[in-house]
């Protein structure tokens, strides 16, 4: 009685079929059956083996389960533990009382094993779908076509759907199998028909998954694997269509489309509100729907070889004339100018030392001169690199004769700015440390009558106490040279 009441989703038609688009690989032709499709199938010699027979067949129907499903596995992953990744500790999270154990090959094989045994329902559905758009049985599919009209002219019918099929698909069916109908062997004036009082003569019926390496077990894995022939059929073909148009491989081509998706966003944001929704819809399940006819088919497939494709060349040579036309391209790579400032240091003995080049004019009230930090940078020009994924785009460096601009742009106070000669901007000598600061240029000798008008002396922070115009420490001049984007070599996946 415990099996009475079972049922198992399968799918016993036809096989889910393969999808071949063009310039995809075909699948592999199926092998023909094993005799373990027949495993489940008892024989007359092995109900004579008794209870330890019984035991070893169990056993031994494990063995090669677990050996079939193994050497499935074992073509697709490594079997040496230590070619497999470890996730870090340290960033496992999720919610609370969630599993996520590592890949292991013996859960892999038990999760497989399972998940065919239960994927039947799906494999059903598909399949009822396919016979529905096929127009296998025409009253099905008008029908579908019925209740698809019904929900396009009236959405608010749609949240009745689910409703409706859990009714009559799923309580209906399960009532009318514990109150089944009479047998009668009697003519048809004494029949009766179906009466639903009483109480229930059957047990209910439970969905069950289906025996493993039966022969319901290799249906499941057959269709299983024409899905997963469908699945990759399908990744390929819109990789093929959609990438090479998406990602600026042709980037005439990925502008033009990138600037007609763009028109059409603005025209939808505008019109959709307008638009006759229903009925588009409605247009289009009825056209997909009867497109499935296979008479219908044959028809499109001769009009399409007739009239469409010999135009097809035409269409796409117009599409690349208008983009070779409309679109303009920058054609020379971006380009930056980047700066390297000369620092140099007052010796003891009154003489400028070469220091290095830093990317920091090193100015006296920078954060790393306040807090004592020597100068970053390279002792040598030649050792100046240019920022990662750049290049240069000049042979050699300029100096930058405009000093007194980068010093007022960065708002740099403090020193004295040179306006002719090397552009030197010198520190400031400040023995009395006087908060003076400001960008001062060296005084210019007057002619004539100011020449011979003598202001008095008195120190200053410019020209020192004893008026013999001493400067600071250090001195810096700035260099720039041009750069431009790197082109990034392609890597091999």
Request: contains cysteine; negative net charge.
């Amino acid at each position: 009685m415990d099996d009475f009441g079972a049922d198992v989703f399968v799918n016993r038609d036809d096989p889910i079929p393969t999808i071949i688009l063009d310039g995809s690989t075909p699948p592999r032709p199926r092998t023909p059956s094993t005799p373990a499709e027949q495993s489940d199938v008892e024989t007359p010699s092995n109900q004579r083996k008794g209870l330890r027979g019984r035991f070893s067949a169990l056993k031994e129907k494990a063995r090669i389960q677990d050996q079939l499903v193994e050497k499935l596995l074992a073509q697709v992953v490594p079997l040496d533990d230590a070619n497999i990744p470890e996730d870090d500790p340290a960033q496992k999270g999720g919610s609370p009382g969630v599993a996520r154990p590592n890949f292991n090959l013996t859960t892999m094989s038990n999760n497989f094993r399972r998940f065919n045994a239960r994927i039947g329902v799906v494999f059903v559905f598909q399949a009822r779908v396919i016979r529905v758009l096929s127009w296998k049985q025409p009253t099905h599919t008008l029908s579908f076509l019925a209740i698809y009209t019904l929900v396009c002219l009236d959405p608010y019918l749609l949240p009745l759907l689910p409703l409706t099929i859990l009714l009559i698909g799923v309580l209906v069916p399960s009532f009318v199998a514990r109150h089944p109908a009479a047998e009668f062997s009697l003519s048809s004036e004494q029949a009766i028909g179906y009466s639903p009082h009483g109480p229930p003569l059957a047990p209910a019926i439970t969905v069950k998954p289906v025996k493993e390496l039966s022969r319901d077990f290799f249906r499941n894995m057959r269709d299983l694997q024409n899905s997963m022939e469908d699945f990759s059929q399908l990744h390929d073909g819109v990789i093929s269509l959609v990438v090479p148009r998406t990602n600026f491989s042709d980037e005439a081509l990925s502008s033009a489309l990138f600037v007609s998706l763009f028109a059409a966003c603005l025209f939808m944001s505008i019109a959709a509100n307008v638009l006759p929704w229903r009925l588009i819809f409605l247009t289009l399940g009825w056209a997909v729907t009867c497109m499935g006819h296979p008479t219908l088919q044959r028809q499109l497939q001769t009009a399409h070889e007739k009239h469409i494709h010999p135009q097809e060349e035409k269409a796409r040579g117009l599409v690349e004339k208008w983009v070779e036309r409309d679109v303009i391209l920058d054609s020379a790579p971006e380009t930056r100018e980047v700066e390297i400032f000369e620092l140099q240091r007052l010796s003891g003995a009154g003489e400028w030392e070469p220091w290095l080049f830093s990317a920091s004019p090193y100015d006296p009230l920078s954060a790393g001169r306040i807090a004592g930090d020597r100068p970053v940078g390279t002792r040598f020009f030649e050792d100046v690199l240019p920022p990662q994924g750049w290049e240069w785009s000049e042979k050699k460096w300029a100096l930058d004769l405009w000093s007194r601009e980068w010093v007022e742009e960065r708002i740099i106070t403090g020193v004295e700015v040179e306006t002719e000669g090397e552009r030197w901007v010198y520190d400031i000598y400040d023995e009395q440390a006087v908060e003076k600061v400001g960008v001062v240029e060296p005084p210019v000798p007057g002619k004539g009558k100011e020449k011979d008008k003598a202001l008095p002396p008195k120190p200053s922070w410019e020209e020192g106490e004893d008026g013999d115009g001493r400067r600071g420490e250090w001195r810096r001049r700035r260099w720039v040279r041009l750069v431009k984007r790197k082109n990034i070599p392609e890597t091999s996946a």
